[in-house]
């Protein structure tokens, strides 16, 4: 009937059933019959399909909307019916018969009598199932010493439950079993205390060089086993060009489409196809980790102010640009920008990574494609790729973060920016422009004079000392103001400037009140304008008060050198008059 309805093309009572067999083709299915029997009623036709299919099936005794409880497992109703007795719940504890000293280890108190040379031990348990240790150091250690339980000898690795229950038992004789490691700890000290030995490795097979280089985790002390480490790892570095001390770290940019676990699982079956050493692949592959790298944000993306700083373009490109202005260039935020995806608003947004891979970089396709999951998930991050088309849309204009507000970003004309580098560095007159000099020539000459003041004695020059890339940053609430920013992380003079800053700030603490400031007044700004409302009070009428306020920031990089030099010697003249102290000043560079 369903071929018949399906080449006639009447639908009849299933026209989705037909029109689906009409555009794939009703010889690519196969029909089996599942209900058979209807005329017997639907009971019957109910147990068919349970006993055809599934017991599941069976609803009857079921409550709608419960689910059922999966069948309790063997251990689980051995348990059960065991009704294990409270007791056997406390930790386990050991008591000497003879000396009465308590241990919560056995493997302590077997360790004891071992060394003291005694070959058998007398002691009694507690009874529980709580133990100190692994039972499975216990087995290793001890498991061939023989336990006396009620005049019945058995191994002490099958008497565990024994043990659990309590009593008194005897250890007789306590058989410590040694491991290859501790054979191997023998030779290592050696090694340690006779320095021929060392000639001895390179004659040694990569397998015993490896053997020896675990044997070293027997020892205690970290040294000690760094050592023996650096020594058989050079040695093995000498014959292989493996350096076994390093661990493979892949790193992989996150992404919510690949899988860690197959990533490590892929990468372990590369080194296992590897033309190492057997031995040095199997320690390789357990030194296998997968880390995620970082994705990029939209600020590390878009913005270009120090490229633009650094090359000094001046000239107007945005002519042509359909964005918010001012005094006819580009000047807006991000959020302004029609053509911006709102996700792209914020800097701090992280972008969506697009694999980290091109297929021009991966040799065989077939053993990566479990790596990347097939489960489809919507996310409203955008994609790098994205946003890298962007910043090239907007490479002839400036992105710039905003000062005190990272999120924020502003597009600008070049010129506008240029106009601000200008305005803070360029034409202000606390910095001097030297453009006679490289930058190494004036370097040098700053060195130079360095050392001929001694201040080399203060802190040492930095050998890798260079001038940090200065740009500026747009004021959040009026983009038309400018902070300077002047990198001196990498100064020749770091360490020196550090220390007299903290002796400089030292002598302002201790000179009076009313004479100077610092950052650390402002924490006693209130109850010093308290004061100053109180002396101005008594005037009446009669007083008044001046105030000024001031860009702390804008103040600093705005002073020039001689008020500085000028400050500097007031504060010593201060510590001259009122403490007696002799200052030695020189003139500085």
């Not at 097939?374 to 905003?402: G, N």
């Not at 001046?546 to 020039?560: G, N, R, V």
Request: charged share 30%; glycine share 6%; proline share 4%.
């Amino acid at each position: 009937m369903h071929i018949r309805c399906t080449k006639s093309g009447n639908n009849g009572h299933a026209p989705k059933l037909y029109s689906f067999l009409k555009v794939f083709g009703w010889q690519k299915y196969l029909v089996l019959p599942i209900a058979t029997g209807a005329r017997n009623g639907l009971q019957m036709q109910e147990r068919t399909l349970i006993c055809r299919f599934s017991p599941t099936l069976n609803v009857v005794g079921r409550s709608a909307g419960l689910k059922r409880k999966a069948r309790l497992g063997k251990k689980e109703r051995q348990r059960v019916e065991a009704r294990v007795p409270a007791q056997r719940r406390w930790l386990l504890s050991f008591t000497l018969v003879e000396q009465g000293k308590q241990y919560f280890s056995l493997v302590e108190v077997l360790e004891d009598t071992y060394e003291a040379g005694i070959k058998g031990v007398r002691l009694e348990s507690s009874g529980g199932e709580v133990w100190g240790e692994k039972w499975s150091i216990v087995r290793r250690k001890f498991g061939t010493s023989t336990l006396l339980v009620k005049e019945v000898k058995m191994p002490l690795r099958r008497a565990k439950q024994h043990l659990e229950k309590g009593g008194r038992f005897r250890v007789a004789p306590v058989v410590k079993t040694e491991s290859a490691r501790c054979r191997g700890k023998g030779y290592l000290r050696q090694l340690l205390e006779m320095s021929r030995k060392q000639a001895e490795l390179k004659f040694f097979g990569v397998s015993k060089l490896v053997f020896l280089y675990r044997c070293a985790r027997e020892f205690k002390t970290k040294a000690t086993r760094r050592t023996l480490k650096e020594k058989i790892a050079s040695v093995i570095r000498k014959k292989t060009g493996v350096n076994i001390r390093l661990k493979i770290s892949v790193g992989v940019k996150y992404s919510h489409k690949l899988r860690k676990r197959k990533i490590h699982d892929t990468v372990v079956l590369c080194v296992g196809k590897s033309k190492t050493h057997p031995v040095l692949k199997t320690v390789l592959q357990r030194r296998v980790r997968v880390v995620w790298k970082k994705n990029s944000t939209v600020k590390q993306v878009l913005t270009n102010h120090r490229e633009a700083a650094r090359e000094g373009v001046w000239r107007c490109t945005c002519g042509q640009d359909q964005l918010p202005r001012e005094e006819g260039h580009v000047l807006a935020r991000v959020a302004q920008c029609p053509v911006i995806p709102p996700f792209l608003h914020n800097g701090k947004n992280v972008l969506q990574s697009d694999g980290g891979t091109r297929p021009t970089e991966v040799a065989d396709l077939s053993d990566l494609q479990e790596i990347v999951s097939d489960r489809a998930e919507v996310r409203t991050a955008v994609y790098e790729k994205q946003a890298k088309e962007l910043a090239a849309k907007l490479s002839h204009l400036v992105v710039v973060p905003v000062d005190r507000n990272p999120g924020d970003l502003v597009v600008m004309c070049p010129s506008t920016y240029y106009h601000g580098l200008q305005m803070m560095f360029t034409l202000n007159g606390a910095y001097e422009r030297e453009s006679s000099m490289t930058e190494d020539e004036v370097l040098a000459q700053v060195k130079t004079e360095y050392k001929k003041l001694a201040l080399d004695k203060v802190g040492a020059w930095n050998p890798a000392a260079k001038f940090g890339k200065a740009y500026v940053l747009p004021k959040h609430k009026d983009l038309t103001r400018w902070r300077p920013i002047a990198p001196a992380n990498a100064e020749g003079s770091r360490t020196a400037g550090r220390r007299l800053a903290r002796a400089l700030n030292f002598l302002l603490e201790r000179v009076p009140k009313v004479k100077h400031f610092n950052l650390k007044v402002t924490a006693l700004l209130k109850q010093n304008l308290e004061g100053a409302v109180r002396k101005i009070s008594l005037f009446g009428g009669r007083s008044m008060a001046l105030m000024a306020s001031y860009d702390i920031k804008e103040m600093f990089t705005s002073l020039p050198h001689g008020a500085i030099e000028r400050a500097v010697d007031w504060l010593l003249r201060q510590w001259e008059l009122t403490r007696g102290v002799q200052a030695e000043t020189e003139q500085t560079w």
